[in-house]
């Protein structure tokens, strides 16, 4: 399709659009290189909760499964989450991570799960502490001018499944700031950190049980891929032209990415509600806010090269790849933000963001 | 230095700041990977020239010393440039262009040398059209506000030679988008091309002296590289792992620009004024705007490569590096932009970007 026959769609939702104070890094007639797409949430959502349910083991125990059954029946019961998925993988402590997001699309459902006293006192419950594994509660409730997705598809994923429809094609993707001037807030805010990340330690859980008193904006990205409608020749070229240098970029910030902002990094592999793997898998981290995420994205070597070898793969296969890929953004307030982590060893999370 | 301990000067002089409608892309907080400078003009310069005289051939002719002499003779006369400097390449059409480049940094001081009379009758002479080889004049007189220098050391190259002084460490470089940021006009203005080139042919040439109606705000970059400094070491390193990567992003613009908004790619070698090739390349492209520039720098698989190659380059010498690097940037209104090509093939300059 000619670029000039092609209609776009502004990435910012009409209800959140406002008079700006701040521009957007391209132009009316910037034309994006390929089709990309935003999920399109109901106006009346005006916040959500995204929450990273984490089980953390080197040895498998019965409480895991215990563990995931008390998650699982919990979501099934009243006011549980609108989807959820689940993940798991090995961290740099050689830890087996499973990771469970939970994403809800009306915060005062999620707060009523949350308080329910029968998950309530699960949490609470000093046994957590004696399990022999750990547990860990990342939750996020951006308001909807927080975030951002893009897709390069129209299959829903992680939290646009709770979106009313697709975008048709945006303008706003395909050069660096972009995820930026896709956040609404960007019209009118620089989206910058404010103060440090602190540990809190129960003083009741001899040092095992830790909260953290976040900052203002962080800022968190899951990004994922899904290579479940490739052919083998192309799942081949994935695996061999993107998936290693992916690999090594995940490992970069997990291992090295404090020095540059990133507090955390988790590269893992999607399963099903069995913990079998599918063909999906998505990073989610932690930066201290979006512009130390804009920095390495654009300027590190590391990110540089997935981001090259996805453009040559793009531009081989044109149309016909299966390969599909989507992130969601969002900058946190600092009231928005809830970081709890119970027996779990100190890089899990915001753990190694703290001194 | 620990980033804490550097200070740092903003790249815009301060005369030149007011303000602002629009945002530079990053926070005051933000500190450079490395350090980086900007030329430091007198305030009573309010816009200079930039003027790029070219001879054109296949094979060699006496008319090719008569030029070069009588452009010497003529810098060497009254209202002569400020600094001067030549270079030569091989173009696309396998013919040899040596390229003069000479700055004023007083208009009225150029505009007097080309209207003195023994200039324009030279210029204008019907002979040019008959001597068998090929010449152009591409002349910038972009203003104060409209252009950006950053070196990597602080020796002067290029317009900067009529600097009063280098700056110290600037803040707004090493991200993309900080040459726009280093452009004085870009604090009020979107430096967004309007219209578009044509071309007008002189119908006393028998199609053969050809100008060019500019339209607003073409971008200008001149990108240099300078090796006399290196050890052996570093000179092997450098023409082994970035040199190759750099000619082929040079040679990609030349052949392949035109798609992507870059009208015009010279890939030169300096030479003493003999003609003497000096241990000095720099890269002069013609864009449609800056944000075509922008968008090839921080995208494309051929500048990525570069970039990377060169951070790499860096990040292994460090402060012991030899080379040094650097450019200049003005994106210039149409009435301060002058093209004229006489006996020159069609791909040559701005002939390449009309119909």
Known sequence: ??????????????????????HKRVSESYRPPHPSFSARFDPKILQVAMAYFGIQYKE???????????????????????????????????FVNIVVVAYWDVP??????????????????????????????????PRSEDSETIFSHTDKEGLSVLARAMSGEVQEHGYWGSARDRIPL??????????????????NSSGRRIRIRPHQNLCIIRSGQDWG????????MYFEDVEPLLTAGMRFLRDEGRAIGCYSNRFVRMTDRTGQPIAKTYSVSLWRDL????????SHPTHLAIFVAAVRYFSELGLTAGLRLYH????????????????????????????
Chains 1, 2 share one sequence.
């Not at 329910?116 to 996020?140: H, K, M, P, Q, V």
């Not at 928005?336 to 001194?355: I, K, R, W």
Request: net charge negative; glycine share 4%.
């Open 291 to 298: 512009s130390d995420l804009e920095r390495w994205a654009e």
């Open 186 to 203: 960007s019209q009118v805010d620089a989206l910058e950190a404010r103060g440090s990340a602190e540990v809190i330690v129960d003083t």
């Open 1 to 22: 399709v000619p670029s000039s026959d092609r209609r776009f769609e502004t990435a910012i939702p009409v209800h959140l659009q406002t008079a700006r104070s701040r």
């Open 108 to 141: 005062e459902q999620f707060e009523r799960w949350l308080n329910a006293t029968e998950n309530r006192r699960w949490w609470e419950d000093e046994a957590r502490l004696s399990d022999g594994i750990g547990y860990f509660r990342e939750i996020y409730l």
């Open 60 to 94: 498998w125990t019965s409480a895991v499964d215990t563990a995931l059954a008390h998650l699982s029946a919990s979501f099934d019961g009243p006011d549980g989450p609108g989807h959820w998925d689940r993940a798991s993988y090995v961290d740099e402590m050689e």
């Open 229 to 236: 409608e490739t052919d083998e020749a192309e799942r081949r």
């Open 328 to 355: 969601e953004v969002s900058v946190v307030r600092a009231e928005d933000q809830s970081f709890e982590y119970v027996n779990c060893h100190e890089s899990t999370g915001m753990l190694a963001a703290v001194p």
